[in-house]
């Protein structure tokens, strides 16, 4: 629901003039409307012939307050009582609505939002019945917004390739307007008003602003710069930028760049050489998107790719930009990984069968320090396990710990040449159990089950070993390391037994080194261990003390 | 000796500027910016410029004025031996189209809208007596001359032409429900050049008073209204084939009749109060008053905005006339 307020303006007979006087003057006006604007909007409205009695004029301004004025004008046949007692014909109404910025921020700054579908007053007598007598007050108009798609947008006559130059006079607005400067849009009343709809809407809504309009300025001295685009049935010197409406093109030589919005002119640009008008008025709300999160960056506005832009949309426009987002890509990552590095991750996240969402959130988030950069250099590191320098590893470790990333500072603590076993075991303490579970699929390459020993992730760890083979040497070093963590007990599972029946005695003496003082360690370990370390002879003199006690 | 480039009148904004040197130039003065019209570039020397503001209430008739007066500009050919015409503008291209087709409907033209007035640019060679001219004017609405400060910006030749149209209409002051008088359009008038500090002593202001309407005011003096009627130059330019034409003598003595009729029409104005008053007012003011009566149309207007035949405006061409011979003689 949006709520405006409203001034009224036409004709009048001095028995329903608030003045008491003849003439074009405002009825009606809201109450919080100001001296200041009432008399700004009445400079702006007051001029309209009005060619026949089925036209209509709409225009669209700012005020110095700020505030927005969308602009309605009728012809009407003039009432003899009300308007002209002499009776001349046509006369006009205008009905205007008078907007807050945020209230207009709500309607995308589109003015069609509003003027294609509140009811505006087209009869006098109407006004007098809904307002009341001469010297009410005009209500606040409340309007409930419909959305407003681009199905309600019609490219008419207009191909791709005249709809990017329209596109790129609209977001050239606020320098033309600043330049005295105007577009000249020519054409029936109709196609002027299309034009400028699909003006509007080819525009990103931060622009849109800039793109103040009146569709009939015919007969009325309008000084350029006035509007960004005023509409005229035929061509009029003045120097303007001209814009057939009925044939869909821009008739002016015009530059076609818009500083700032490069990226979105080049895409539609690109989408206009083999797309259909009406699929490019379909795409633009997601490429307006696109290019707005790209411009805005920052992580938060990651989050709403899914909900905002279509798949197949976002796809296309990644492609289309593939250099630019791959550059964006390298950029971020190769000051923390290093340039070979971060080439690898590309064609790491090149392979992902999500990679354009990939790259363009990374574009949008512009750092290597995002939860989604993140996971993907944990991915690539889980699934490529790259060859890196201890100082890129060191990199990631401090990259991992600064934005918590447990599983990125214990693999890059864990997998260096020189591993950091205290910062590996603190980051390892902090994993979830699915952290765990994914880390520990390194097993055996490059993690060795040692590396894994924690009192959070034992059973896991016990589990993982089950299926995985284990040298003798590797085997000593996780009984070292359970028995570092205190976890010694945990000799005597099923998991590990199996292991300790397989050491040769060199690698038994040395477990049971660490282990023979451990009152945790069950007897059969050590029975095991010491079997293990002297065989044959001493097992079966071992065996017949066992015996003789028994 | 320097050559000295010559300098010309800008039609917008009536400041004096160097002849622009190319045919396709606008006024270099910031804020205009007007595209000059080539043909008044042209000849200009030849066929120098006639400002006249118009001033009046809303349905006064200024409008339909300006529409009658074009369509006897555009028939003087009939009349005059040498006269030609051109309209130099793309509005007063329109108002001469509308003029027909409005001429052949019976229609009028709706009220005038507020903001500024398009720049009618006539110009208008072999006039007998007074040789080339070229009218310039805007049409604008009654309302600006509400108030006793008329806004410039709406009024553009007031301050700076010394020969302005004052358009009253006695029947509908007999009409009006807004408390209005004759005096308050002179006071309206004399209290806005004041205010812009306009000296009324230095140099005298001329006031064509267009008394329009007349031929529905029901007490017009049987000779005025003999005079209305009698239009031989209506009757001569809507007339085909051969008619008399308007030599010196012929002018001179139309002009005569024009002071007498002039005459009358302040005597008849000043048989009330308010008349008297406005008169006055002017005389105080060192402005010097002419008076004519016209009748835009011909015929009273019917409900429906419509004539109940095609126009036959009279004596339309009267205030201009005053107004050439007003300027020639400053």
Known sequence: ?550 | MFWRRPRLICPNCLCEINAPKHAAARCPRLGCDFDLPPLYLDEYRQVPPVFVQIFGWSGTGKTVFLYALTLLLARMSKVWPQYSYSPSTTPTVRTVREVTTDLERGVLPQPTPLGLGELYIMLLRGMERWGGRTLITRDCAGEYFDSLQVPLEQAPFLLNTPTAFMFVSPIDLRNNTEGRSLNMLMDNYINTLLSHKVNFNKKRRSLVVVVTKADIIPDLPANLRQYLIHDPIWNWANTQGRVPQMDALSMATYLEQMGRVSDEVEAWLQRDAAGQTFVRLAKHRNIDLRFSVISSTGAPVEAGNQLPAQWEPRRVLDPFFWALELQSRA
């Open chain 1, 1 to 550: 629901m949006i709520r405006a307020s409203q001034l009224l303006f036409t004709r009048l007979e001095p028995g329903y003039s608030p003045r008491r006087t003849a003439g074009y003057q405002t009825w009606y006006t809201s109450a919080d409307l100001a001296p200041g604007e009432t008399k700004e909007i009445e400079q702006r409205i007051q001029c309209y012939w009005p060619a026949g009695p089925a036209d209509r004029r709409l225009q669209c301004f700012t005020l110095a307050s700020g505030r927005v004025v969308l602009g309605h004008s009728v012809a009407v046949m003039a009432d003899e009582e009300i308007n002209d007692r002499q009776g001349r014909g046509l006369i006009f109404l205008a009905h205007c609505l008078v907007l807050s910025r945020k209230t207009f921020d709500e309607c995308e700054n589109n003015p069609f939002a509003i003027l294609d579908s509140f009811p505006f007053y087209t009869s006098v007598r109407d006004v007098l019945k809904a307002i009341g007598p001469v010297g009410s007050e005009a209500p606040q108009a409340e309007h409930v917004l419909r959305r407003y798609g681009g199905s309600m947008v019609s490219a008419g006559p207009w191909g791709g390739e005249e709809m990017t130059k329209l596109l790129s006079l609209a977001l050239q607005a606020r320098q033309l307007t600043g330049q005295r400067r105007s577009l000249l849009v020519m054409g029936s009343p109709d196609a002027i008003a299309m034009t400028l709809r699909l003006a509007i809407w080819l525009t990103p809504p931060g622009e849109r602003l800039y793109c103040s309009f009146d569709t009939a300025v015919d007969r009325c001295p309008t000084p350029q710069g006035q509007y960004w685009a005023v509409g005229l049935p035929a061509r009029q010197g003045g120097g303007y930028i001209e814009v057939d409406a009925e044939g869909g093109r821009v008739v002016s030589s015009v530059a076609t760049s818009a500083p700032g919005h490069d990226l979105y002119l080049r895409s539609l640009r690109a989408w206009a050489r083999r797309s259909q008008a009406a699929e490019i008025v379909d795409r633009v709300p997601d490429l307006q998107r696109m290019a707005l999160l790209l411009s805005e960056g920052g992580s938060t506005n990651v989050g709403t790719i899914d909900e905002e832009v279509r798949k197949e949309v976002r796809r296309e426009f990644v492609t289309l930009h593939r250099e630019l987002f791959e550059r964006k890509f390298l950029g971020a990552f190769e000051p923390v990984v290093g340039k070979e590095a971060a080439t690898q991750l590309l064609r790491h996240a090149d392979a992902s069968p999500d990679d354009d969402r990939i790259l363009l959130e990374i574009a949008i988030d512009g750092s290597a320090q995002s939860p989604r950069a993140v996971e993907l250099i944990t991915d690539w590191i889980l699934s490529d396990v790259p060859t890196l320098r201890d100082a890129e590893w060191r990199r990631l470790c401090d990259l991992g710990g600064r934005c918590r990333a447990w599983r990125l500072r214990y693999l890059s603590a864990a997998l260096a040449d020189k591993p950091d076993e205290s910062t590996r075991e603190e980051a390892l303490s902090r994993l979830t159990q699915t952290d765990f579970a994914r880390v520990a699929t390194l097993l055996p390459r490059r993690l060795a089950p040692a590396d894994l020993v924690s009192r959070q992730h034992i059973e896991a760890l016990l589990a993982r070993i089950d299926r995985v083979p284990m040298e003798g040497a590797a085997c000593v070093e996780l009984c070292k390391a359970l028995a570092r963590h205190g976890l010694a007990r945990y000799l005597d599972a099923p998991q590990l037994r199996r292991h300790l029946d397989t050491l040769d005695s060199r690698e038994a003496g040395q477990v049971l080194k660490v282990v023979e003082r451990d009152t945790s360690v069950p007897q059969a370990v050590l029975d095991v261990l010491q079997a293990r370390q002297q065989p044959g002879l001493v097992a079966r003199l071992i065996q017949w003390g066992k015996d003789a006690r028994g």
